[in-house]
T-cell receptor
Framework: GAVVSQHPSRVICKSGTSVKIECRSL??????MFWYRQFPKKSLMLMAT?????????EQGVEKDKFLINHASLTLSTLTVTSAHPEDSSFYIC???????????FGPGTRLTVT | KQEVTQIPAALSVPEGENLVLNCSFT??????LQWFRQDPGKGLTSLLL?????REQTSGRLNASLDKSSGRSTLYIAASQPGDSATYLC??????????FGSGTKLNVKP
């Protein structure tokens, strides 16, 4: 199957700083990528849909000024958590959509800890 | 509002048992349904994808069924092994943008 990578896999930052997470589709072009957040022992919640060359579409309740999403190319989307706070600590997972069959391929996730 | 529910939340079985995980969804107008495996602190591994027009999919010891009319899917694991221990997530795709996840079933297979 298709491969999606995320970097970094784990990051610890201080409150008030910004953190950028990269999501790359390694062997296919993804016109659309998705960002999810997973709280401990909870399921994945879709945060936003990232479309190449256009603005991201955010789910209700997700602050677009806090979670900046950029999809600069067909293989790269970035999520920047701005002015991070401890409550932003979570597991962030991206996926890239395969329009054929609508299958999504998931990255390995990024564990963010804000101290 | 689309909701995806998985039961049980946790399951512990001895090695070698066959088991069934359940997933139910409220809106039957789905594009597809996927079963994933998630190991602690890790990302998702896709196990099986069932298109809305299909009734089941099989891969090795895994068999997933889909009944759209009743809003249900099951994941059957045959001859379970300790290596099968993980959290299993069911996800339903309603359109290209909306992928709804269940809260998962945490499986423990005891040697």
């Amino acid at each position: 199957g298709a491969v999606v990578s995320q970097h970094p896999s784990r990051v610890i930052c201080k409150s008030g700083t910004s953190v950028k997470i990269e999501c790359r589709s390694l062997d296919f072009q993804a016109t659309t990528m998705f960002w999810y957040r997973q709280f401990p022992k909870k399921s994945l919640m879709l945060m936003a849909t990232s479309n190449e060359g256009s603005k991201a579409t955010y789910e209700q309740g997700v602050e677009k000024d806090k979670f900046l999403i950029n999809h600069a190319s067909l293989t790269l989307s970035t999520l920047t958590v701005t002015s991070a706070h401890p409550e932003d600590s979570s597991f962030y997972i991206c996926s890239a959509g395969d329009r054929v069959g609508y299958e999504q391929y998931f990255g390995p996730g990024t564990r963010l800890t804000v101290t | 509002k689309q909701e995806v529910t998985q039961i049980p939340a946790a399951l512990s079985v001895p090695e070698g048992e066959n088991l069934v995980l359940n997933c139910s969804f409220t809106d039957s107008a789905i594009y597809n349904l996927q079963w994933f495996r998630q190991d602690p602190g890790k990302g998702l591994t896709s196990l099986l994808l069932i298109q809305s027009s299909q009734r089941e999919q099989t891969s090795g010891r895994l068999n997933a069924s889909l009944d759209k009319s009743s809003g249900r899917s099951t994941l059957y694991i045959a001859a379970s092994q300790p290596g099968d221990s993980a959290t299993y997530l069911c996800a339903v795709l309603y359109n290209f943008n909306k992928f709804y996840f269940g809260s998962g079933t945490k499986l423990n297979v005891k040697p």
